[in-house]
């Protein structure tokens, strides 16, 4: 005998019937997934979406260009990166955005550097890693 009561993930009765069964009944499936398919949920959705995008762009650039990891801003938005959605600031004397453990400085140029970063922190990399990578 089962004795682990089984509730309804939308409306939290208890459920009975089949063991693999999640909801009373259609109206609290449907309900459940309307509710994941709110419009908050979207946003929030996108925006994350959006930071993970940018930081796979900040971190293949990284690594595919060879120190100081400088890059036009015109090809990073090539890239898709989108400005307006970063992590937090960088503690830089240049304007300095990251999104979680990358982050981008910009130069007046229209240049930017491409960093590793912990926190607010640009990470300085080692010598050797540097070698080791590009020989
Ligand atoms: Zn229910």
Do not use: W
């Amino acid at each position: 005998m089962n004795t682990h009561e089984r509730t309804c993930i939308s409306c939290s009765k208890t459920l009975k019937g089949r063991l693999d069964k999640r909801f009373c009944d259609d109206y609290c499936r449907n309900q459940f997934h309307n509710a994941i398919k709110s419009p908050e949920n979207n946003l929030v959705r996108n925006v994350n979406n959006a930071l993970t995008k940018n930081r796979r762009i900040l971190k293949n650039t990284f690594k595919s260009t060879p120190p100081p990891h400088q890059v036009h801003v015109e090809d990073l938005m090539q890239e898709g990166y989108v400005f307006r959605y970063h992590t937090h600031f960088l503690n830089e004397a240049t304007q300095g955005y990251a999104c979680y453990d990358y982050g981008v400085l910009l130069q007046p140029s229209g240049f930017c550097t491409i960093v590793q970063c912990e926190g607010n922190q640009v990470k300085k990399e080692k010598i050797a890693q540097v070698i080791k990578r590009y020989g």
